[in-house]
């Protein structure tokens, strides 16, 4: 069965940085994308950051150049770098691993909380 493990949520200060990997455990992928999204308790889940295979990223409009995503290790790792993160940042970040051509798929990570306090 798919798994994505998740790593890297805790608490940080702002201005400061975090780095939020996701592996894919249990099988192969290819031709994929590679995404993390966030959400806060009353609000829609939405896209922070998501990288295709093909190395084609795209990000939220709340990041303006402050995050970087890449895939790795034969393309079964994601890792999202953040900088300068703010309050608003505050959220559980999901790792999503999908697919929207043959044989399309969604593939969710458990969720990992990030806290940048004040």
């Known amino acids: 069965q798919v798994q994505l493990v998740e790593a890297g949520g805790g608490l940080v200060q702002a201005g400061g940085s975090l780095r939020l990997s996701c592996s894919i455990r249990g099988t192969r992928f290819s031709g994929n994308v590679m995404g993390w999204y966030r959400q806060v308790p009353g609000k829609e889940r939405e896209l922070v950051a998501e990288v295709t295979s093909g190395g084609t990223r795209k990000y939220g409009d709340f990041v303006k150049g402050r995050f970087t995503i890449s895939r790795g290790n034969y393309q079964n790792m994601a890792v999202l770098e953040m900088n300068s993160l703010e309050p608003e940042d505050t959220a559980v970040y999901y790792c999503?691993?999908?697919?929207?051509?043959?044989?399309?798929?969604?593939?969710w990570g458990p969720g990992s909380q990030v806290t940048v306090s004040s």
């Open positions: 999503r691993l999908h697919r929207t051509v043959t044989s399309p798929y969604s593939y």
